[in-house]
């Protein structure tokens, strides 16, 4: 009953900007962090950044502050990648998470342990 659906993911040059969206439904933003990992042809899935059910950010190694930014629309129950100085190892898909049990056990410390994600949304970064 909780879903994920990601987009916004597409082709970008070098440089550019890309914004994605994870919109929400079943559970409330309110009660419920929400992760952004991506994952690259290869064996590691990489977190990006979380979302508190606060408000509170946490970034990670692949997404330098200041470049990369979280956010969420509450009201739309709708969470935000925002994503500047792309380059081409950015290039993966990207998905959100977030734990689905109702009393929100988990928060972006375990974002790793959520267990609600999306399909994902191609982010491909080429000249």
């Known amino acids: 009953q909780v879903q994920l659906v990601e987009s916004g993911g597409g082709l970008v040059q070098p440089g550019g900007s890309l914004t994605l969206s994870c919109a929400v439904s079943?559970?409330?933003?309110?009660?419920?962090?929400v992760s952004w990992f991506r994952r690259a042809p290869g064996p590691e899935r990489e977190e990006v950044a979380c979302?508190?059910?606060?408000?509170?950010?946490?970034y990670y190694a692949v997404s330098r502050k200041g470049r990369f930014t979280i956010s969420r629309d509450s009201a739309q129950s709708t969470v935000y990648l925002q994503m500047n100085s792309l380059e081409p190892e950015d290039t993966a898909v990207y998905y959100c998470?977030?734990?689905?049990?109702?009393?929100?056990?988990?928060?972006?410390?375990?974002?790793?342990?959520?267990?609600?994600w999306g399909q994902g949304t191609q982010v491909t970064v080429s000249s």
């Open positions: 079943g559970l409330s933003l309110n009660y419920h962090a």
């Open positions: 979302i508190s059910r606060r408000g509170e950010t946490t």
């Open positions: 998470a977030t734990d689905p049990s109702p009393e929100g056990t988990y928060g972006c410390v375990d974002a790793r342990l959520f267990g609600s």
